[in-house]
């Protein structure tokens, strides 16, 4: 009987062990999946800042970039759409893709990295071929500015 013994230990050990593996591949398959699941839905929504106070799609979303020479850009984006005023010239640019980081008026570019507190917003000029051209201003996305 103390033979049997071992043997019924080595088996149990080995069928928690089999249980921990699987136990484990499940809990990686599943972040997996969840990772893949917020990378696929968080990546259009980062360039595209959310609305506050909620709200339908086309309701603008208002938030206020800190710039570096310490002004306050209140901008408004709608979908395709992001307008501010800068300088005492207010500027209404249109989305360079359906995924809006770049967008364009006569003179001017506004890049997004990002939404929410602490994304990036910076102004350029536009070159007269449509290329990004001078750095003018970098910003930070800060709401309650």
Same mark, same amino acid.
């Given at each position: 009987?103390?033979?049997?013994r071992?043997?019924?230990?080595?088996?149990?050990? /080995?069928s928690?062990f089999?249980?921990g593996?699987?136990a $484990?591949?499940?809990?990686?398959?599943?972040?997996?999946? *969840?990772?893949?699941?917020?990378?696929?839905?968080?990546a259009p /929504?980062?360039?595209a800042?959310?609305?506050?106070?909620?709200?339908s799609?086309?309701?603008?979303? &208002?938030?206020?970039y800190? $710039?570096?020479?310490?002004i306050v850009?209140?901008?408004s984006?709608?979908?395709?759409?992001?307008?501010?005023t800068?300088?005492d010239?207010?500027?209404?640019?249109?989305a360079e893709?359906?995924e809006p980081?770049?967008?364009? *008026?006569?003179g001017?570019? %506004? %890049?997004?990295?990002?939404r929410?507190?602490? /994304?990036n917003? &910076?102004?350029? *000029?536009q070159?007269?071929?449509?290329?990004?051209?001078?750095?003018?201003e970098g $910003?930070?996305? &800060?709401? &309650?500015k």
């Amino acid at each position: 009987m103390s033979a049997v013994r071992p043997l019924h230990h080595a088996a149990l050990l /080995a069928s928690l062990f089999a249980v921990g593996l699987v136990a $484990c591949s499940k809990k990686e398959e599943s972040t997996a999946a *969840t990772d893949s699941a917020a990378a696929s839905t968080s990546a259009p /929504a980062a360039a595209a800042p959310a609305a506050s106070g909620g709200g339908s799609a086309d309701a603008p979303a &208002n938030t206020k970039y800190l $710039c570096s020479s310490n002004i306050v850009l209140a901008v408004s984006y709608k979908p395709g759409v992001a307008k501010f005023t800068y300088k005492d010239k207010p500027l209404e640019f249109k989305a360079e893709a359906a995924e809006p980081t770049r967008y364009i *008026t006569a003179g001017y570019e %506004w %890049w997004v990295n990002g939404r929410g507190q602490g /994304a990036n917003g &910076n102004l350029y *000029t536009q070159a007269a071929d449509g290329t990004t051209g001078e750095f003018i201003e970098g $910003c930070i996305e &800060n709401p &309650n500015k």
